[in-house]
């Protein structure tokens, strides 16, 4: 089945590379309205020259008020919203959990799921205005299934599904669907990181450990 996304007005967090990246382009290129914040500005600038009908404004979602900013930018262009990509997130620390400083820990369940709060806040009204519309947040398997030395990130995925299940109660009856997506690993620089790391507080071989990153998919 397929369904037009022509004419819908779309934001996305860290819409500049990645999963954020394809999530955006893919929009564009289906004639969506798309609006992307990130954090990496030579990111944005790369993105803006692939997709200059796209707008973009560099925002941290760990922060209300550069959410705020965000949402007051993409509004003068877009005039309303339809779907809300919460993609934002960090892999966070890896280690076990008493060498993990709290400082670590409060960053990372900054990003990934105080950031969708600030942002789905703000989208709600526009969303109840237009009509309905779509969240979709932004989870991860190990939401789903945990992540051992890495329970930052984890417990800020798991938070992510209990957040996008309670939301889409609350927000059915306005026509509003809320979705959770759980994507396994991803191959580019960040999941590179994170096997090293992973490797490294394990100390086992990187190839054995990357083996079994890619078993989880």
């Not at 397929?2 to 004639?31: K, N, P, W």
């Not at 009509?131 to 890495?150: E, H, Y």
Request: proline content about 5%.
């Amino acid at each position: 089945m397929q369904v037009s996304v022509e004419g819908l007005r779309v934001m996305v967090t860290a819409g500049a590379a990645g999963i954020g990246r394809a999530i955006a382009r893919a929009f564009v290129d289906a004639g969506a309205r798309v609006h992307v914040c990130d954090v990496d500005e030579q990111a944005l600038e790369a993105f803006a020259k692939e997709c200059p009908a796209a707008g973009t404004v560099r925002a941290d979602v760990s922060s209300p008020a550069e959410v705020d900013a965000f949402f007051d930018d993409a509004q003068t262009q877009l005039g309303g919203l339809d779907v809300l990509v919460n993609n934002a997130g960090i892999a966070g620390p890896t280690g076990r959990v008493e060498d993990i400083s709290p400082e670590d820990w409060e960053k990372t369940l900054a990003i990934n799921i105080n950031g969708q709060f600030y942002c789905a806040r703000r989208a709600v009204p526009l969303l109840k205005a237009t009509g309905g519309g779509s969240i979709i947040n932004l989870s991860s398997s190990a939401g789903v299934m945990g992540f051992p030395l890495r329970t930052p990130y984890a417990a800020s995925k798991w938070a992510v599904v209990g957040f996008s299940k309670s939301l889409s109660m609350e927000l059915g009856e306005f026509a509003i669907r809320v979705n959770a997506i759980c994507p396994g690993s991803v191959a580019g620089p960040r999941i590179d990181r994170v096997i090293a790391a992973d490797a490294e507080a394990r100390g086992l071989p990187l190839a054995s450990v990357r083996q079994t990153y890619l078993n989880q998919n």
